[in-house]
């Protein structure tokens, strides 16, 4: 993962999930376009997932993820998830932690797409071989949605 692409992490040794780890980039952004296919206007869903991290080094700028989404993809349109921008400590190892969030939706009609966005920043960190040490690596897992309240109306 020296290009800074996020992979399917082939399951070793963590196991199959999405994983980012922004070695020698910027960052890493992981979008997710989601459709409405519940044939119902919704104004509330909730997202949920694993979330695990490791090897986090201390020259890492900030830990985790930071998660966004947007009814339109449009530019002043994305709001912050804070449920999935936690901050995470370096550790050696840190295990999978379930995450979910309530998003509140003015209205996501049906066909319409809903946009979720993780990005993970940089350190300048360096690489096992070069002696510096690793990135924080980050995975998401078991992910989905549940549409919690629909509108009423036409």
Same mark, same amino acid.
């Given at each position: 993962m020296a290009d800074g692409r996020a992979a399917w992490n082939?399951?070793?040794p963590h196991g199959r999930k999405l994983q980012?780890?922004?070695t020698l980039v910027a960052g890493t952004a992981l979008l997710a376009r989601l459709k409405n296919?519940?044939?119902?206007?919704?104004t509330e869903i909730e997202l949920f997932y694993d979330h695990g991290?490791?090897?986090?080094?201390?020259?890492?700028?900030? #830990?985790?993820?930071?998660?966004f989404f947007s009814l339109t993809g449009a530019p002043g349109s994305w709001r912050l998830i804070p449920? #999935?921008?936690s901050h995470f400590?370096?550790?050696?190892?840190v295990g999978?932690?379930?995450l979910s969030a309530r998003l509140e939706l003015e209205d996501w009609e049906p066909g319409r797409p809903l946009f979720v966005l993780w990005a993970d920043a940089n350190g300048p960190g360096g690489t096992e071989t070069e002696g510096t040490g690793?990135?924080?690596?980050?995975?998401?897992?078991? #992910?989905?949605?549940r549409p919690l309240r629909q509108a009423s109306g036409p």
């Open positions: 082939d399951g070793r980012t780890r922004p296919d519940t044939g119902a206007r919704v991290s490791w090897m986090a080094q201390e020259n890492e700028q900030v #830990f985790g993820h930071r998660a449920a #999935f921008s400590a370096p550790a050696p190892s999978e932690t379930p690793r990135e924080g690596a980050c995975t998401i897992d078991n #992910f989905g949605v």
